[in-house]
T-cell receptor
């Protein structure tokens, strides 16, 4: 399994500002993902973070709103830009070892509230 | 396309009684199936998975799940519920011949009463 940390664990932000969330894994992983979990709802995949290249975004999510970086095999960031109250969610980082056990391992999440 | 359904938003059970959390799926090929648990203010934790082999899969914390291909189901079970099992449970499916991205169900809130 992987040990995953996220920073910050929670934040309260003002409308129009941006927040960058960090995800750190204790070992090199093949795949890194960012999910959004809105209150009372399931997980929605935002994007796959690709090392050294642009992230692969799911339908409904764009790079200008959710820029993602992945400079190496153990670290990624997600920025929520120009925030509005609708962005209030839990943001989860997850990882998977390609060719490994197939399940994903999740970070503890970042609880974001936008006022 | 792949999809997963958790037909119950909430399941209530008394401590000591058996519990079942339901999950059905749809994939074009043979599925990879997963159960995760989310405790309040925490990320998801992996419980168990079915990839191939024995239809009854045992996982963490005494949970097990049975893969039923004819009914396209993967229900999560535990013989004797604990109050500490109260949490949100997510079923997920992947089609290994398709997207590497799993599809998650909407989650089922399990409440175990003392």
């Amino acid at each position: 399994s992987a040990v995953i940390s996220q920073k910050p664990s929670r934040d309260i932000c003002q409308r129009g500002t941006s927040l960058t969330i960090q995800c750190q894994v204790d070992s090199q992983v093949t795949m890194m993902f960012w999910y959004r979990q809105q209150p009372g709802q399931s997980l929605t995949l935002i994007a796959t973070a690709n090392q050294g290249s642009e992230a692969t975004y799911e339908s409904g999510f764009v790079i200008d709103k959710f820029p993602i970086s992945r400079p190496n095999l153990t670290f990624s960031t997600l920025t929520v830009s120009n925030m509005s109250p609708e962005d209030s969610s839990i943001y989860l980082c997850s990882v998977e070892y390609r060719g490994g056990p197939n399940e994903q391992f999740f970070g503890p999440g970042t609880r974001l509230t936008v006022l | 396309a792949q999809s997963v359904a958790q037909p119950e938003d909430q399941v209530n059970v008394a401590e000591g009684n058996p519990l079942t959390v339901k999950c059905t799926y749809s994939v074009s090929g043979n599925p990879y199936l997963f159960w995760y648990v989310q405790y309040p203010n925490r990320g998801l934790q992996f419980l168990l998975k079915y990839i191939t082999g024995d239809n009854l899969v045992k996982g963490s914390y005494g949970f097990e799940a049975e893969f039923n291909k004819s009914q396209t189901s993967f229900h999560l079970k535990k013989p004797s519920a604990l109050v500490s099992d109260s949490a949100l449970y997510f079923c997920a499916v992947r089609d290994p011949g398709g997207s590497y991205i799993p599809t998650f169900g909407r989650g089922t809130s399990l409440i175990v009463h003392p």
